[in-house]
């Protein structure tokens, strides 16, 4: 790791980014900081991404920066051309955040991990995992709706179902249909082998509102042999959490494959993967052709990859000799994606899932009904990558998406903003193959942290089209990959 | 080449002062023999111990310390100007509504342009008493950004011939034996500067010149074209000094020539060694100030002639 490079390579950057606002010592055309900003702030978050460069010396640098940008702007600059995503008033000084990126301000987007506020101990421990796939009814005078109970975790932090819910409409004379709102699950009630009680906590996860899981409280003891689970004068639903069935219901054993990714290369593929499925924050219109539409919706979203790849390898993170970048062209090639500034031929040796993302975004006429709504029981831990371990606990088919519920462990809480929208904070790559041999990414979508994990799902890009008997599941960090296949066994909703 | 190593940075520079905002009036603020001086208060030295004692400060003696906190600061050399034509304009209304919006609530008095943290924490606001003593750290943290803050306008509100003299300064406090923490920034210092001086030089576009490299050991360096067309880089290596010695003291460029070196310090007059073009050997040349007004410290640099 060269962090000398690294930091260099960011000051000249800015140094050559600020001969923008030079105008008339230089007689060029200025387009103003909002756009040459970009690039300085996408390097800049690949090299704390990398850690070649860390949070303080990275927010000194745009913080002078801001400042000499701010110290050079005045209003006759603005009269013409373009202008950027700041404009000074008149004859003033702009005054840039500067410094004050220092004060730790920090950000909590609705798709990273969330921390719950109760203690609790590590990572670790022992794990109990069960697939379930089982329905607990509930009717009361006013409501009347079902908990399908996807799978049972028993870990460090406690125990779990994740689920998934519905409630069922009413029709109100004066007031037409009533959406009934959440299941009381404060009234189900729970019970063990023992005579144990429990009480269930619901907590969101993200993605559809419906699904989540339900911690029980207190947590049970290691070795009960199952559950009963009961509305109110409604059917007792019994779990069983027998781990000799638990692993009839389980697929073949995962196995793992060294892989020797540097962090750059790392980083380039999460980069490349992160643009295959940006296809879910595109109106749905867009969404399947991404890749056929011309011009190539995406052109703006690649500003700076080059100048990314050139700090990676000054940071030396990345081999010049790297096949890495001439891959991720070939992503861009195949997206449209145009302005990247990548130096290096698009490679032809592209990784299979990937191939076959760019196949279903360049199909013209590509799959369009959606599967119908349902859920698979699935309860697998995967082996550690990288100091993550993950657990799959289920998948969902709703509302036109696809989810895989993942418990994760080993994620840190605290990370820098990616660059281009990386999910940096799930530095884990998972990607699902279906029966039919379609390959899909899976894209964190929303994470809450309890006791010490995070349970959260993993959003299908695309999403499934029909209910695969079974899935591949592969997951790769940067020194290992891990594949595992599931048998699925469908319940629909 | 007579080594020079042992003169003070400063000595092709001449003094330069003007006039700041001090109590109801206005104070003349000299730059004089690498030192910031006060005319107007002969007792400087009472007034800093008095000021530490929580008497009042006055603006001069404002600037004095300000000028004192950044003598070494190599963000002096990132915001400040990279050559006469580069216009900074910062006013003493600048300064003074910085200072007030800072007192009022730092960074959300700046946020005009705020970009986005670059860091995210993965939890939500923790329980109170966490809660505030982070509240706190931030507002320490905002009180003392607003500070340097202010510092740094009311640096670049002194007018070019001061900050550009600031900026030798602070080059020569790490040129000796820059270390791995000054490397980059003096490094993009002397690139950033050396390309606008390269681009009157050669008419190239300043994005051809490399990183400049230091020149370590005898001689002066290396200055050499390679390529055509859009592979044209300009490489160069210089001694670390190059920023403080030459181009803070208005040499970079004379009558065509790149000057890497000074022979024989002085003002108005100096010999320095220069190139008329990359790869050329240099030459000794005598070089002569034009007159010079040093009122003003807009004023700047002098103008050197052949």
Redesign the interface.
Known sequence: MN??GA??YL??L???E??GP?V???RQPWAG?GGS?ARL?AV??AL?AVRALD?ET???????????V???Q?ADRFTSGPVG??V?RPG??????????????????SR????S?QPGPGPGGPDRLVPVGLTVPYRDESLSGEMFLMAFAHTAAGARFTMVWQTHRRYDPEHGPVHLGMLPFERFTVTDNRGGRYQLDFARSGGPEWAGDVSLRPEPPDDIRWLDISAPDGPVVRVDLDPVAAEAAGGAEPSVTEVKLSPGEHLLVMLAERLLTVAPEFPHALRMQLAAITPGPLHTMATGMGDVIAALEAADVLSPLSPVPGRLAAVCAGMRVSGHGITAPPAQDLPEPWLSLLAHYQRRKPDTVPVRDGYAAVATALPELDGIRLALLGLLNTDGGSWLQVLGRG???????GPFGIDT?FPVSVWIRDSGGRWHACRPAS?H?HNGEYVGKLQLVPPLTRSTAWIEVLAAGPSAQVRVQLPLRWRYL | MTDTRNDPWYSCLPSCETQVPCGQGRHIVRWEAGQLRLPEHPDAEAEFVLAALGGGKAGCVVLAEAWGRHTSDL?VL??GP??S??????SWQ?VE??AQ?GQRG??V????????????????P??AAGHSA?QR??QA??E??AE??KD??SL?ALGYGFSVRLAGQVAAAHADSPD?TA???L??AV??RL??VA?QWLGID??EVD?VSWHDGPGWGRVELTGTGGERRLRVSLPASWLARVWACGLALIGGHLVVAVDRAGWPDARVLALRAPGAEPVLVDVHAREYDGLDGAAGTPDWEL
């Open positions: 962090r000398e930091e260099t000051r000249l800015a140094e050559a600020l001969r030079m008339p010592a230089r900081p900003t702030t800049a978050q704390t949070f990275v927010e000194d640098i745009l913080a002078d920066f801001d400042l000499a701010s110290v050079r005045r995503a700041a000074p003033r000084l702009m005054f840039p955040p500067g410094k004050f990126a220092r004060s730790r301000l920090v950000g909590l987007s990273e991990p969330a921390r506020t994620l840190e809480s605290e990370t820098s903003r904070y994470w942290r | 963000s990132a915001v990279r050559g034509a580069d216009e900074i304009v910062v600048d509504e910085a919006a730092g960074a008095a700046f946020s005009r342009v705020r970009r986005a943290p670059l860091r995210r924490l993965a939890s939500p923790a329980p982070r750290q931030v943290e905002q003392r950004a340097r803050w740094l306008l670049l791995a490397r980059p920034a490094a993009t690139t950033g390309a606008l681009e300043p994005d990183e």
